[in-house]
């Protein structure tokens, strides 16, 4: 993933946000929403209402279902 070995901030100088700028123009914007876009999942629990109702939510927010409410 791309905050596999990312150090956590435990100081108080500005190590981690020099380095940060130093990653600015690596223009990976897009993997990392596609990788963000991939655990995306419609919070079943969440809202409830007649099934109609909840496939109409569902798909105008345009979220995955998880695979144990699909096969319902």
């Known amino acids: 993933m791309w905050l596999q070995g990312a150090a956590i901030n ?3 100088d500005l190590r ?3 380095l940060a700028g130093m990653g600015m123009n690596l223009f990976q914007n897009d ?3 596609a990788d963000l876009l991939a655990y995306r ?3 079943e629990n ?4 007649s099934k109609e ?4 939510l569902w ?3 345009g979220g995955r279902r ?5 096969s319902r």
């Open 59 to 61: 798909e105008a927010g």
């Open 46 to 49: 969440l809202f409830f209402g």
């Open 16 to 18: 981690l946000q020099y």
């Open 53 to 56: 109702r909840l496939q109409a």
């Open 31 to 33: 993997r990392i929403y």
């Open 41 to 43: 999942r419609f919070p």
């Open 66 to 70: 998880s695979p144990e409410v699909e």
């Open 10 to 12: 435990r100081d108080r």
